[in-house]
């Protein structure tokens, strides 16, 4: 099988260095390039080293069109703002997206969207194989279960560094129970509860965010009604099965025409 060359965003951070990791231990993939902002104090330093699996000779560089040019995929859990500058190079290079970040605004996913036009493109709030299983039993439930018997709230805790609330995971989740229910899930989310509220809004989408310690992902949603409850959870223990799933999603998308994939597509649920 010819060797998949991957180049990795963000690869002197907590993602970045686990990807690495990861890669160092799958078959016919290694990393190609190693990218992170011009600020970064790790320019130049080997991303092995920093990885702690030893030299790899992949220096960390800011030069991502150099990147691209050696690469058949590119892994990103960064920023949405320098998500969208790399998507918008991708036309230009024979090479793939993985977007593992999150955070989007609407006007960022639909930047995306139309990047994926001319790129081949793979993102999803959530590149885990459990989450993404998660997501699909969330639909066949919401969709069973009528909006005026059960409501539906979305419960996610992580680690204190965390920047964007609700997480991409919860979103995805939300956005599953949204489609079992055949609503909008923009016009029908709740995301915050403060001082007088009122009651609940039937058919509504609640968000619950917690953040503390080092907690790498819990998420549950929670199907109550008056007489009973339904929860259906995921907990991550360990971020390589995010890695795992990106390098995962790099192998599947390899050769595929342009176009926006998620998840779902890759694992073919």
């Keep these: 099988m010819t060797e998949l060359n991957l180049a990795i965003m963000g690869a002197a951070g907590r993602m970045g260095k686990t990807l690495i990791n990861a890669i160092n231990e799958t078959q016919n993939v ?15 330093k080997d ?43 991708m036309a230009n290079h024979n090479c793939a997206h993985v977007i593992g970040t999150t955070g989007w605004t609407p006007q960022q996913d639909q930047e995306i969207e139309d990047a994926a036009q001319s790129a081949v493109i793979v993102k999803s709030g959530n590149m885990s194989l459990g989450v993404n299983l998660l997501a699909s039993l969330v639909t066949q439930a919401a969709r069973a279960l009528p909006a005026s018997d059960f409501d539906i709230e979305v419960l996610e805790m992580h680690h204190k560094h965390k920047i964007d609330a609700p997480s991409g995971t919860a979103l ?12 909008e899930l ?46 259906l959870s995921h907990k991550a223990q360990d971020r390589s099965l995010f890695a795992n799933g990106a390098i995962h999603a790099a192998q599947w998308v390899r050769g595929k025409p342009n176009g926006l994939y998620s998840m779902h597509d890759v694992l073919g649920l």
């Design 186 to 231: 923009e016009e029908n989310a709740v995301r915050s509860r403060d001082g007088i509220t009122g009651a609940r809004k039937e058919g509504t989408v609640g968000f619950a965010t917690l953040r503390g310690g080092a907690v790498v992902g819990d998420h549950t949603v929670i199907l109550a009604s008056n007489g009973e409850r339904i929860e």
């Design 47 to 89: 991303s092995g080293i920093l990885a702690g699996i030893g030299e790899n000779s992949v220096p960390i560089t800011t030069d991502i069109e150099a990147a691209l040019a050696v690469s058949d995929c590119i892994i990103d859990f960064t920023v949405p703002v320098a998500t969208i500058s790399v998507a918008k190079l």
């Design 172 to 183: 995805l989740l939300g956005q599953a129970a949204a489609e079992g229910r055949e609503i």
């Design 30 to 44: 290694i990393v190609s390039a190693a990218i992170e902002h011009q600020s970064s104090d790790c320019i130049g």
